[in-house]
DNA sequence: CATCAATATTGACAGCCGTCTATGTCGGTG
DNA sequence: CACCGACATAGACGGCTGTCAATATTGATG
């Protein structure tokens, strides 16, 4: 059995604990490739609001999540709008429109890459 | 035996896997408090040069290198030392002074709480 | 004490960022 | 087609951020 757990998420799509996208931060020292890559990513998630919303998601029911779900967070609903779209170009989250709402989920390899910055594959 | 690993800087320090400040992501939503707090460790990795630098620290022998071991990132020397502060200020390293030299390391609860925010505690 | 090497601090400046209001777009409904 | 609700875009604005050159501080060394 597996010991090694990511997000639920994940769990559903890959059953591997690989590295996606780079070595581990505590293994070598990240490339300035990679390291402009990846800064996107923690950049995106070092705003409270988008860390909020992005929480939300992630930990909404069946890891997706409408906006008006999550847009109680105490900005507007363009800040909302536009914190959304910054997750979304950082590669963190995927929308999809169904009718008159759009759903926000969790990309699948973003948190298996964080997670393997962090060094967990092993 | 442990199939989960952390960074090794943190396997010397603690066994323990738990999560030491927050309910992780996936979970359950980040309150406004805990999003704030831990959106100060992410921004201070969302830089490009402050994720290398990081990186150096973390995957430099004996898990802390002096600043002159580490200044090679292509800026200035104060901008080095800007950055260095920044991560000492958002509690990702510390420092210390021995002699003519400063030597930084990886503070060992934040990666540990990281890793936690990302789910990986069970 | 004078000097040097390593690191930090200060001050300045351009550019980015988070926020808002106003407005646009798109889908559903009558 | 007219209207409404959900969401996105545009534009403006104040504040923060990354960078640098110049200077200060701190410890070792002669």
Redesign the pocket.
């Known amino acids: 059995m597996s010991n090694l757990k990511v997000l639920p998420i994940l769990e559903a799509d890959a059953g591997d604990g690989a590295v996606p996208c780079c070595a581990p931060l505590s293994r070598e020292p990240l490339g300035v490739e990679d390291s402009e890559r990846i800064a996107v990513m923690f ?2 998630l ?5 860390l909020r919303l992005f929480s939300l998601i992630a930990s909404h029911e069946g890891g997706e999540a ?4 999550i ?1 109680d967070v ?13 997750l ?1 170009d950082a590669g963190l989250v995927t ?1 999809e ?8 989920k969790v990309a699948p390899p973003v948190v298996a890459a964080l997670a393997g910055v962090l060094d967990l594959s092993s």
Chains 1, 2 share one sequence.
């Open positions: 950049k995106a070092g705003d409270p609001v988008r409408c906006v008006c779900d847009q105490g900005v507007s609903q363009p800040t909302v709008s536009h914190h959304l779209k910054k979304r929308s429109r169904r009718g008159t709402w759009v759903y926000y």
